[in-house]
């Protein structure tokens, strides 16, 4: 009888321990992108964020590598598009510290509620998250809210934030824009149809540019150099994509 538990308690064990390994065998490592000495800033549309209806399945593991990856690319600010739930989007800020952030619809931004609210509360927001200990936010609104039919009902977030950085204090303002998906005339009307019921008939009546930007490099100023980066789902971003 020893014996036999024995045997049990040495397999368990070798069981945990080929759990553990595999575990971390998948691990995902973020390599840090910021560096000390700029303002380092991204963008990342997080697939239909916390939708349980749409996009990729497995809500659990999306939270969990969205939270690798804008822990591990060690950036400054984050525009962000495609929160979903106003929920997981918390939980996200809860496992970041040091981060603080808001999306859309919420209380302190100016109009925003009035525009990212449809679809009984579940409508795509853009967002920003940011580091406590190099800026703070003095103004938060949505804005060319007279132009809501020309960007599909989701007009653009501005946020104004103060940025202390290398002894240097200036106001930024920084621009959050979720642009049209796909790059053909006949999926535009399809899918902007589908978002809401007033949109465009033609493709002449969009004014839209495309669904990625370019990265940019900008000039110094003064002490504060921007470096901006696009998230794409190559290399790390590509573990935040759930996998159903």
């Known amino acids: 009888m020893r014996r036999t538990l024995s045997i049990c308690a040495i397999t368990v064990s070798l069981l945990l321990l080929s759990l553990r390994l595999g575990e971390a065998s998948f691990k995902q490592v973020v390599p840090g992108k910021g560096t000390e000495t700029t303002l380092d800033i991204a963008s990342w549309n997080i697939e239909w964020f916390g939708d349980t209806s749409n996009g990729p399945t497995n809500e659990a593991l999306q939270l969990q590598n969205a939270r690798d990856v804008i822990a591990g690319a060690d950036m400054d600010i984050w525009g962000v598009a495609e929160i979903v739930s106003l929920a997981q989007w918390n939980n996200l800020k809860a496992q970041l ?22 679809f009984n509360n579940s409508e795509q927001n853009v967002g920003i998250l940011y580091k406590t200990s190099i800026a703070t936010v003095t ?16 007009p653009p977030l501005q946020v104004t934030l103060r940025v202390t950085l290398n002894g240097a204090t200036e106001n930024i303002v920084v621009i959050v824009l979720h642009a049209k998906c796909c790059s053909d005339s006949d999926r535009l009307i399809t899918t902007s149809t589908r978002m809401r019921p007033t949109a465009p008939t033609s493709p002449a009546q969009w004014r839209s540019s495309g669904s990625t930007p370019s990265s940019r490099t900008t000039a110094p100023r003064r002490a504060i150099t921007t470096r901006c980066s696009v998230a794409t789902p190559s290399a790390a971003a590509a573990a935040a994509r759930r996998r159903a």
Do not use: H, M, Q, W
Request: overall charge negative; cysteine-free; proline content about 5%.
């Open 97 to 118: 510290p040091g981060f603080a952030g808001f999306i859309a619809k919420e209380p302190n931004v100016v109009n925003g509620a009035a525009f990212y609210s449809d």
């Open 139 to 154: 103004d938060a609104r949505v804005i060319l809210t007279a132009s809501d039919f020309d960007f599909a009902g989701r």
